[in-house]
């Protein structure tokens, strides 16, 4: 057995724990969703060759090379616009709870937060029932009323009284029967 590969491999995993950071989970609230409109690029490149001809010579080369990259997809202001409106329905969402909140206007740290947010006042919406009842319950309770003969399952708002023939309560001392004996066959 080779030790001298298993210490590589041990110094090697070593190396790689002490200089490789844990995963952390990324934050894309408010980022640009990996929009990229192209690259510009400036590298240098130098070649020596040597030639063993008769003379042996050798031959030295610089470049200086610029790379533009760009990348297939939306066109870049389209793709800039995108995450601008992304960005901006994310603040509508969150303006409410920002200006509802005076405590954050006087800390420091939320100061560009409390500028974005100025003057954004949130549409409320103005669907649901005063009485906080859902309008499945008012569309059952309508129902109920042009229906008065059909029952439904789990009707809580509008059904059978307990005290006019529905069900009763039994009173508290009351003692229920036994089950009846399971006859063996």
Same mark, same amino acid.
């Given at each position: 057995?080779?030790?001298?590969?298993?210490?590589?491999?041990?110094?090697? /995993?070593?190396? /790689?724990? /002490?200089?490789?950071?844990?995963?952390?989970? !990324?934050?894309?609230?408010?980022?640009?969703?990996?929009?990229?409109?192209?690259?510009?690029?400036?590298?240098?490149?130098?070649?020596? @060759?040597?030639?063993?001809?008769? *003379?042996?010579? @050798?031959?030295? *080369?610089?470049?200086?090379?610029?790379?533009?990259?760009?990348?297939?997809?939306?066109?870049?202001?389209?793709?800039?616009?995108?995450?601008?409106?992304?960005?901006?329905?994310?603040?509508?969402?969150?303006?409410?709870?920002?200006?509802?909140?005076?405590?954050?206007?006087?800390?420091?740290?939320?100061?560009?937060?409390?500028?974005?947010?100025?003057?954004? @006042?949130?549409?409320?919406?103005?669907?649901?029932?005063?009485?906080?009842?859902?309008?499945? %319950? *008012?569309?059952?309770? %309508?129902? !109920? !009323?042009?229906?008065?003969?059909?029952?439904?399952?789990?009707?809580?708002?509008?059904?059978?009284?307990?005290?006019?023939?529905?069900?009763?309560?039994?009173?508290? *001392?009351?003692?229920?029967?036994?089950?009846?004996? !399971?006859?063996?066959?």
């Amino acid at each position: 057995m080779n030790y001298y590969f298993t210490g590589l491999i041990i110094l090697a /995993l070593t190396m /790689l724990a /002490l200089f490789v950071e844990p995963a952390y989970p !990324k934050n894309e609230y408010l980022n640009d969703y990996g929009v990229r409109c192209g690259e510009m690029e400036v590298s240098t490149e130098r070649r020596d @060759t040597d030639y063993n001809y008769s *003379d042996s010579n @050798t031959h030295e *080369d610089q470049y200086l090379r610029f790379t533009y990259r760009k990348y297939l997809g939306t066109d870049c202001k389209t793709a800039k616009e995108n995450v601008a409106i992304k960005q901006q329905l994310e603040l509508m969402k969150m303006c409410g709870r920002v200006n509802s909140n005076p405590s954050l206007a006087n800390n420091s740290n939320f100061n560009l937060l409390v500028s974005k947010c100025r003057g954004v @006042t949130p549409a409320r919406d103005n669907t649901r029932p005063a009485d906080s009842q859902s309008l499945w %319950d *008012d569309m059952k309770d %309508d129902y !109920k !009323k042009e229906n008065p003969d059909v029952k439904l399952m789990n009707d809580k708002i509008i059904g059978p009284k307990l005290d006019k023939g529905g069900l009763k309560i039994p009173p508290k *001392d009351y003692i229920l029967p036994l089950p009846k004996p !399971k006859i063996n066959e």
